[in-house]
């Protein structure tokens, strides 16, 4: 563990490089996970996307349990599960079990979005009343259910998720706008903001979370909030190489928000790339969203945020073409941690 101020944690995408393949991902993020845990890292999350050639991370359950089994101390979750794509018991009884296999170590974090364009989640889904239902709140009492119990006259009051003898790990609820935060304050969970993408200031996020927040009364439940900032960040040994990363990884970004979504280009694509006004916009635009620099100027950079609004902790992404150099650059703001602690 580190001894930095705030505790560090990664959010990987599985993001597919140029030039490489989908199952190289997978791999790499292995990898990846092994190394940020010999850093000190506190938490490894990885995400659930849908028919996306970009990202490789369509299996957050298979992949938290290969990550798990690949580590030995660092904690382990989904950033997230997409409920809306999944039964309520399947993820208490998942959860159960990988609690059970890798016991104190797995985070549960929850979404509501599909992850997805919509016809690929009907194709999860398989119902078009599924597809237009916004019934989060209901799913996550179901699910919460299978492991507290229905009431008596419930129709699924014979029902638990297997197995009984550990407990649900802890539930993250995650959002990118304001329901997000007051559905995580409602239901006394901990809040993990989308501050890569987010629509609104993290700020008024975690202000609506911590103004909400009402202890649920379980046991194992938070007595007071708990948060962390999502962040995108890109660390170098060099100012304008990581200037060079950062422009790859919005090029990405700006095929994704044109319905042209492709493998992560390299660097020198980005820069032999002709850009468009518009294209420029996009880009000024996602600036907001990327703190990039040399270790030290994005470690203080992402500190600042996460104390702007108030979050306990930080999460990292960083969309980097190169795997050496991703995994550089978690290095490099780990040592920034260590150096300013």
Not at 284 to 289: A, D, M, P, Q, S
Not at 302 to 323: F, K, W, Y
Request: charged share 20%; glycine share 8%; hydrophobic share 40%.
């Amino acid at each position: 563990m580190t001894d930095a101020a705030i505790p560090l944690s990664v959010l990987d995408l599985s993001p597919v490089a140029a030039g490489r393949t989908a199952s190289a991902a997978l791999q790499e993020t292995i990898a990846l996970a092994q190394h940020t845990e010999s850093l000190g890292y506190e938490r490894y999350w990885v995400a659930e996307h849908h028919n996306l050639p970009s990202v490789a991370s369509s299996s957050p359950v298979v992949m938290i349990a290969t990550v798990a089994a690949a580590t030995k101390r660092i904690r382990v979750g989904a950033g997230g599960i997409m409920l809306p794509n999944h039964a309520p018991l399947q993820v208490a009884e998942t959860f159960r079990v990988l609690e059970a296999l890798h016991p104190g170590r797995i985070d549960l974090g929850l979404g509501r979005a599909p992850g997805t364009d919509q016809l690929t989640a009907f194709a999860l889904r398989r119902s078009k009343e599924a597809l237009a239902a916004d019934d989060f709140p209901q799913q996550y009492a179901e699910l919460r259910a299978y492991v507290d119990g229905f009431p008596d006259d419930h129709p699924f009051a014979p029902i638990s998720a297997q197995p009984t003898d550990v407990p649900l790990p802890p539930i993250w609820i995650l959002g990118s706008s304001l329901y997000g935060a007051q559905a995580a304050g409602l239901l006394g969970t901990n809040f993990a903001f989308a501050g890569h993408f987010g629509s609104v200031d993290p700020t008024d996020a975690f202000d609506a979370y911590r103004n909400s927040f009402q202890p649920n009364g379980r046991p194992d439940g938070l007595t007071e909030p708990h948060s962390m900032l999502a962040v995108s960040a890109i660390a170098a040994e060099s100012a304008s190489r990581a200037t060079e990363l950062d422009l790859a990884a919005s090029l990405s970004t700006v095929r994704l928000r044109q319905n042209n979504p492709g493998p992560l280009p390299t660097p020198e694509e980005a820069a032999a790339h002709e850009w468009t006004p518009l294209e420029h916009g996009i880009v000024e635009k996602l600036g907001r969203f990327v703190t990039s620099g040399t270790g030290e100027e994005v470690y203080k950079g992402i500190v600042a945020r996460a104390q702007d609004c108030g979050a306990d902790e930080l999460m990292i992404t960083s969309n980097i073409h190169d795997p050496a150099e991703r995994r550089a650059s978690y290095t490099l703001i780990m040592e920034a941690a260590r150096a300013s602690a």
